[in-house]
């Protein structure tokens, strides 16, 4: 029979296997392996926060889902976060379950998710059933329809008001749209929540709830273009602090229009002099105020990758055009997105924030094969919050003789 000296001992064992995976560089599966091992072997020790956090972040995915018993790790998982009473990490569990193209075990792992969802709904946790739901439409490899149903199902449960329910509700728009054009092949996609708000005579969007999935980099287009967004949070689902250097900033009507410049931690936001644009969604010549976000570099220096955005607001309507540089190896390349749809319901200044309001984009310089959807729209408010759902998509469309 253990005794709690036992257990406290094992416990302290299992400390020290963990801190001697950790001093090993780089992590191997074995030394995870062999920390599983033990845990199951001794079925009635009592894992702490930490332990299992390690175990849950250390790789990806966890848990090694290559095991024979992997499907019996993550019971003890979850019975262990469950017994610690934080439903963050029980939900996290949950949504580390990797799933892949012809997995053998999708309907197990679906089914798991979904006891998971059970577990929620009896405690009446209506947020974690609908982030379920909506990982589920968007890892799971199942048919259009039963992605579509989780979807909706993710929408009934989410709060109408937050990032995670704008980005299931473009999520769905994708999704119908996939069914309708089936004979299209799909490129990436990218849909998230996020939200914009005013401060003083600066506009900022927060960042980016990551609820999206790549499904392959299209060339020419730029598969992330940066219109409207803020930085992807990391981790995954976790929220960090609210403050100025975790927002991104794209207007500040502070700054002069002769290239005065504002440091937001590493990053700057540059007020350039004004220039004359012609709006391709309506044809009018509006005289549109420069704004440049980007990271602050030093004189000669390069990083290969980095990205920087010149963006153009017109008053009244918002942004018309954003320049997107990335630097490569040999040269900076660019690709330009200019306004080709909005509808403005209310709101008034450079980027006009009223629930309803709706703009869409295109990429300059795209192949006639390739179909695109760059769209933003403001679905609520809260006080001088509103809530952003952004959806970019891209397809190969086959010629029609083909």
């Avoid at 064992?13 to 001093?23: C, G, S, V």
């Avoid at 033990?38 to 290559?66: C, G, H, K, V, W």
């Avoid at 967004?229 to 929220?239: L, Q, T």
């Avoid at 350039?272 to 005289?287: L, M, Q, S, T």
């Amino acid at each position: 029979m253990n005794t709690n000296n036992n257990i406290d001992a094992r416990s302290l064992m299992l400390d020290r296997m963990i801190r001697d995976e950790k001093d090993n560089f780089p992590p191997s599966r074995n030394g995870e392996n062999e920390i599983i091992d033990f845990i199951m072997e001794n079925a009635d020790l009592a894992l702490t926060a930490e332990q299992i956090d390690y175990l849950l972040f250390r790789s990806s995915p966890p848990f090694n889902p290559d095991r024979e018993d992997y499907f019996d790790v993550l019971e003890r998982m979850i019975s262990e976060a469950k017994a610690l009473g934080n439903k963050e990490r029980v939900k996290c569990i949950y949504m580390k379950i990797p799933f892949y193209p012809e997995d053998k075990d999708f309907e197990r792992k679906t089914e798991f998710v979904k006891s998971g969802i059970d577990y929620f709904l009896s405690l009446g946790s209506s947020r974690e059933v609908g982030e379920l739901y909506l990982d589920l439409a968007h890892h799971a490899y199942a048919g259009i329809k039963e992605q579509i149903a989780f979807c909706e199902q993710a929408l009934e449960y989410l709060d109408n008001s937050s990032k995670e329910y704008a980005a299931a509700l473009a999520t769905s728009k994708m999704l119908h749209h996939m069914e309708c054009h089936e004979n299209e092949a799909c490129l990436h996609y990218c849909a998230f929540g996020e939200t914009v708000f005013r401060n003083g005579e600066s506009i900022f969007v927060s960042l980016m709830h990551q609820d999206f999935a790549w499904l392959g980099k299209s060339e020419p287009l730029y598969f992330c273009p940066t219109i409207l967004k803020g930085d992807a949070e990391y981790p995954e689902f976790v929220s960090l602090p609210f403050d100025v250097h975790s927002r991104k900033v794209i207007i500040d009507e502070s700054l002069t229009a002769d290239a005065s410049a504002r440091q937001y931690g590493e990053y700057e936001l540059i007020r350039h002099p004004d220039e004359k644009v012609i709006c391709r969604a309506d044809g009018k010549e509006y005289v549109c105020h420069v704004f440049s976000y980007g990271r602050s570099k030093r004189d000669g220096e390069q990083v290969i990758g980095d990205t920087s955005e010149k963006n153009y607001f017109a008053p009244g309507i918002g942004l018309v055009r954003t320049v997107l540089s990335v630097d490569g190896k040999d040269c900076v390349e660019e690709y330009v997105y200019e306004l080709c749809d909005y509808t403005v319901k209310g709101g008034d200044g450079l980027l006009p924030l009223c629930v309803g309001n709706k703009w869409c984009y295109m990429q300059l310089g795209c192949p006639e094969s390739a179909n695109q959807i760059i769209e933003r729209e403001i679905i609520s408010q809260s006080g001088d919050e509103y809530l952003l759902s952004g959806l970019d998509y891209a397809c190969r469309v086959p010629n029609a003789d083909s």
